[in-house]
T-cell receptor, first 109, second 113 residues
């Protein structure tokens, strides 16, 4: 198994642009989590899905953030419009164990 | 509700032992332990599901006290490769906690030769 796959690994974008992060969970895992990691705030849970259904999105910081999981093998996290304070590493993880992808390092300039 | 880890940082010499604690104010279904090295993703170490369960992974083991809502990670005869930040993640029971994996603030472990 290739593990949890995220793309892109790095993204640099200008303020105001739309950013889409992608995640492919491990086959057979029924839960998927999106986290944001910064030095100041640590690992923050943004949203999680169970069987493709969003269960808790209370961690999504603003309406600029949205996430979808159209099927069991794919999820996206979208930021529109992006702002410099969105700069962070975004991780996707799938469960039951909570296996992390390699992350996307987002820089908004 | 995020779990709370202690201590915040540990400095060891090779061969020494360490214990990292994780506690929650809510009833727990499972506890997950990870190690993260700088610039890398958290690596899953182990999951504990039952009260009183203990698990081991090489010289790293953990226990889970369901009644006290606490878990401890034990690192024995530490090696240089153990250096990194250790996170505990917890999943609660029912309601808004169901299936929700949230993380403590992390414990920075540094092993010196």
């Amino acid at each position: 198994d290739a593990g949890v796959i995220q793309s892109p690994r790095h993204e640099v974008t200008e303020m105001g642009q739309e950013v889409t992060l992608r995640c492919k969970p491990i086959s057979g895992h029924n839960s998927l989590f999106w986290y944001r990691q910064t030095m100041m705030r640590g690992l923050e849970l943004l949203i999680y899905f169970n069987n493709n259904v969003p269960i808790d999105d209370s961690g999504m910081p603003e309406d600029r953030f949205s996430a979808k999981m159209p099927n069991a093998s794919f999820s996206t996290l979208k930021i529109q419009p992006s702002e410099p304070r969105d700069s962070a590493v975004y991780f996707c993880a799938s469960s039951p164990q909570g296996i992390f992808g390699q992350g996307t390092r987002l820089t908004v300039v | 509700q995020q779990p709370v880890q202690s201590p915040q940082a540990v400095i060891l010499r090779e061969g020494e032992d360490a214990v990292i604690n994780c506690s929650s104010s809510k009833a727990l279904y499972s506890v997950h332990w990870y190690r993260q090295k700088h610039g890398e993703a958290p690596i899953f170490l182990m999951i504990l599901l039952k009260g009183g369960e203990q698990k081991g992974h090489d010289k790293i083991s953990a226990s889970f006290n369901e009644k006290k809502q606490q878990s401890s990670l034990y690192l024995t005869a530490s090696q240089l490769s153990y250096s990194g930040t250790y996170f505990c993640g917890t999943v609660g029971f029912g309601g808004t906690s169901y299936g929700k994996l949230t993380f403590g603030q992390g414990t920075i472990l540094t092993v010196h030769p």
